[in-house]
């Protein structure tokens, strides 16, 4: 399927987010499996915004049933700006697997999602009322997911 272009919508690199786990946590119940998994440490790095990802302020929620559709998954974290503003992030999306294309044999594990935030009133406002959809990518040695937001236009 080639890329659909529509008139007049763009998107606008935002901000990038490097988020480092020290544990997960997997378990199966009757309703399939789930995971929690919670940050260490984590950077925001970008044009329109900079700062910390809180510890253990909040965790990846995912549900997986059957792998071939993608597991979804549905974050909730607290990030931190290096002016000293608080910012909720609830990230709703996808983790997909596919070959990697660099890595004959091994599996890509990437996010398709779309962030909600909840920032004050301020400098970082325009975050609480613009459109942003976002990509990722789960990394390993060591254990942890790159995020790149995007501001449509």
Known sequence: ??????????????????????ERIDFVGPRGGK???????????G??????????????YAIFKDLSEGIKVNTHYMLETDDG?????????????????????QTKLYFRFTPFFEAPNGPYE??????IVGTGERLTNPDRSQFTYYRVL
Not at 47 to 60: E, F, K, Q, T
């Open 1 to 22: 399927m080639a890329d659909l272009q529509i008139p007049g919508l763009e998107l606008e690199y935002a901000f990038s987010v490097t988020m480092n786990f020290a």
């Open 35 to 45: 995971g929690y998994v919670p940050p260490a440490t984590g950077v925001i790095y």
């Open 47 to 60: 044009p329109m915004l900079s700062g910390r990802v809180v510890p253990y302020s909040g965790a990846d």
């Open 85 to 105: 503003h608080w910012i909720y992030i609830n990230n709703r999306g996808y983790l997909h697997r596919s070959p990697d294309p660099d890595n004959p044999g």
């Open 126 to 131: 325009w975050m609480s009322r613009t459109m």
